[in-house]
């Protein structure tokens, strides 16, 4: 994938971004070719393959994109609340792509961009060392974001957003199940 700062490939890669976005409030995801993306973009199939090897790739580059922007924006030392509060905000800034993804029936790559956030997350603010439960506790939080997102942007009456944000942080600090002795 493109990491260089040629701003005439910058916007090439953000047009073909903007033509998938474009297409799919038109049409299903299935039905969308890589030639329909490139002519919606004003682009050639090569331009298309120097950034992307698939459109799918085009929809992990958009997510990876709103994540790192939450990201750049914590400090080095997060709490839980920071953790989820950052989690909320690429719900929201992604709002329209997920709507038109969870429509399409592609849960598959909004689950592995949050394993992909997940792992990142832990890389870069966790106490946790690389050990052996490490890739246990990570598919438990990637399980329960993903099926929690889902239910949210699936929901006729959602939880606002800071409720939701409120709600994570309490599950996750293992404050919202009481059980009896």
Known sequence: MYNGTNPTAL??????????MTLMKKQTYGTI????ICHAADLSRQTFYNFFSSKEDILHFIIQTQVNKQVDQLPDSIDMKDAVNAFASVLNDSRELFN?????????????EIRNCISMFADHF????KNATRPYGEAFLCGALSETMLCWFKSDHPLSTSALCS????ILQGNYYQFNS
């Open 11 to 20: 916007n090439s890669r953000q047009w073909l971004c903007d033509a998938l």
């Open 167 to 170: 709600l994570l942080t309490q």
């Open 33 to 36: 070719t890589v030639l329909d």
């Open 126 to 129: 966790s106490v946790q060392s």
């Open 100 to 112: 038109l993804m969870i429509a399409n029936h592609l849960d598959h790559i909004i689950t592995e």
